[in-house]
Each structure stands twice: as structure tokens, then as C-alpha cells.
């Protein structure tokens, strides 16, 4: 599976992006995705996952309620819908897939991912 990010800009707080992720390659819809930001000299972090089919979202803190994900497998899409910014979500944003069946950390670790984009940025001003 190959991942393709876009949709990554400047905002002022307070603002919205709709980041995307497209998927090319067989089987995307048997890997679940997760996105991962990782800002300037500090560690990638995980923002959110979804399962296979979409039922099963889940947030890191620092995002529920603002952010929502969400898949459309036939259009091989997979994107991440972020309201209510603030200057501290400013970092790079990557997609990344994975098909394990079993996760110890229910999918946050980046080491659980076996493919990658090449991320976008998003800047968040105050």
C-alpha cells in the first residue's frame, strides 16, 4: 500500500483542515490507518486510528472532540477532519497503514505501521 497525503496548510487558531490520504495498492481495505504528527524536535506522535472498515475510531487526547476520521474504502481515502486548532497541533501529519491482527498498544505505536506518506504540514498561528 502506498499513502499520499494532502490537504496540510496555515491557519489561525481557532480554524479547520481536512487532511487526506490516498491509498493506492491491493488491499488497502484490509489495512487499518492511523495518523501521526510529529513536530519540529520533538517524537511522532499518534493523533488517531480506524479500523478496516471504519467502525472503530479512536483519538489520542490531544484530539477528541476537534478531530474525527474517517475512511471511504472504495475511493481508497482515508482522511482526518481537524476543527477548532490551536497553535500546539502545528506539525507535520502523516498517514500510515498497517494489518496486524493483534496490537498491544491498540495501534498508537508507529512501529505497529508498516507503510508510510510522505506527510503534510500543518501550521496553526495564534
Known amino acids: 500500500v502506498q499513502l499520499a497525503e494532502s490537504g496540510g496548510g496555515s491557519v489561525q487558531a481557532g480554524g479547520s483542515l481536512r487532511l487526506s490520504c490516498a491509498a493506492s495498492?491491493?488491499?488497502?481495505?484490509?489495512?487499518?490507518v492511523g495518523w501521526f504528527r510529529q513536530a519540529p524536535g520533538k517524537d511522532r506522535e499518534f493523533v488517531a486510528w480506524?479500523?478496516?472498515?471504519?467502525?472503530?475510531?479512536y483519538y489520542a487526547d490531544s484530539g477528541k472532540d476537534r478531530f474525527t476520521v474517517s475512511r471511504d474504502n472504495a475511493e481508497r481515502m482515508v482522511y482526518l477532519q481537524m476543527t477548532s486548532l490551536k497553535p500546539e497541533d502545528t506539525a507535520k501529519y502523516y498517514c500510515?497503514?498497517?494489518?496486524?491482527?493483534?496490537?498491544?498498544?491498540?495501534?498508537?505505536?508507529?512501529?505497529?505501521?508498516?507503510?508510510w506518506g510522505q506527510g503534510t504540514q500543518v501550521t496553526v498561528s495564534s
Open positions: 500510515a497503514a498497517g494489518s496486524r491482527f493483534y496490537s498491544m498498544t491498540g495501534f498508537t505505536a508507529a512501529s505497529e505501521y508498516d507503510n
Open positions: 495498492g491491493r488491499a488497502f481495505s484490509e489495512h487499518y
Open positions: 480506524i479500523s478496516v472498515n471504519g467502525s472503530r475510531p
